[in-house]
């Protein structure tokens, strides 16, 4: 079993910077990626950002591209999302989650940490 723990949310005025970490335990001795993910009341979960753990490859989904950063620190299992020049969009449920492997989809999931963006 994987556990995640996500930390870092919390309230800032847009153009303000957040950093989330996660820290991944239990069975890990196999990761191919994790990766952050958003879901704001009445949308559909989507995917913000997302890095490769061997090589560190990362993802990142348009509407973030040049504002936020994802890095991981592999010894740690430990994955950040820094979030630069917040905007109110931004606001949403941020979690974490762990790709096993190139064959695995994102099988397990953090609970989940606020972002709320205010204008």
């Known amino acids: 079993q994987v556990q995640l723990v996500e930390s870092g949310g919390g309230l800032v005025q847009a153009g303000g910077s957040l950093r989330l970490s996660c820290a991944a335990s239990g069975r890990t001795f196999s990761t191919y990626a994790m990766g952050w993910f958003r879901q704001a009341p009445g949308k559909e979960r989507e995917c913000v950002a997302t890095?490769?753990?061997?090589?560190?490859?990362?993802y990142y989904a348009d509407s973030v591209k040049g504002r936020f950063s994802i890095s991981r620190d592999n010894a740690e299992n430990t994955v950040y999302l820094q979030m630069n020049s917040l905007k109110p969009e931004d606001t949403a449920l941020y979690y974490c989650?762990?790709?096993?492997?190139?064959?695995?989809?994102?099988?397990?999931w953090g609970q989940g940490t606020q972002v709320t963006v205010s204008s």
């Open positions: 890095i490769t753990w061997s090589g560190g490859i990362t």
């Open positions: 989650a762990y790709r096993p492997s190139l064959g695995l989809k994102y099988d397990y």
